[in-house]
């Protein structure tokens, strides 16, 4: 992993900090009680993401994202090191949850959804051109070096 890399990895994590703020502020104007739920989704759902993802990279000692790979060391070793249809589908669907539900909010506000959309679209561009070309995982589909998907 290069450095170009190393700093498309710590931006788009920097970014999605910055997207993340964005939606719990959105949520905060309305309801103090959802925006601490939703805060709180966040955490549990990227620790469930680095739990089924992040612990069966081969590359967690070298993370592009840096952050990710060296909290595994807290969790218990992953027997298997082979991603399965439901390690793909629990992430997505995390994913998908944390995007999804702050959109009520952010559209409420005229300014604030576009900025949201904005940062998504350059964290995934950023990981898709420059973090997932480059990473070594080739377990990972996502990985442009090999595709492996498991049953
Ligand atoms: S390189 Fe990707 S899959 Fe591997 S530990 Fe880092 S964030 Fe997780």
Same mark, same amino acid.
Do not use: L, S
């Given at each position: 992993m290069n450095l170009k890399n190393k700093f498309h990895g710590i931006m788009s994590i920097a970014l999605l900090d910055v997207a993340t703020i964005f939606a719990i502020y959105s949520i905060a104007i309305k309801s103090i009680l959802f925006s601490a739920l939703y805060t709180l989704f966040v955490f549990?759902?990227?620790?469930l993401i680095?739990? %089924?993802f992040c612990r #069966?990279? #081969? %590359?967690?000692?070298d993370c592009s994202h840096v952050f990710f790979g060296p909290i595994t060391r807290l969790m218990p070793e992953s027997r298997s090191k082979v991603y399965s249809k439901s390690d793909y589908y629990i992430t997505g669907l995390l994913v998908f949850l944390v995007v999804i539900l702050p959109q009520y909010w952010l559209w409420q506000l005229t300014v604030l959804p576009y900025l949201y959309l904005g940062l998504l679209a350059v964290i995934g561009l950023q990981i898709n051109k420059y973090v997932c070309a480059k990473c070594n995982n080739t377990a990972c589909a996502m990985c442009k070096k090999k595709l492996i998907v498991t049953s």
């Open positions: 549990v759902a990227f620790g680095i739990y %089924t #069966k990279c #081969k %590359t967690r000692n």
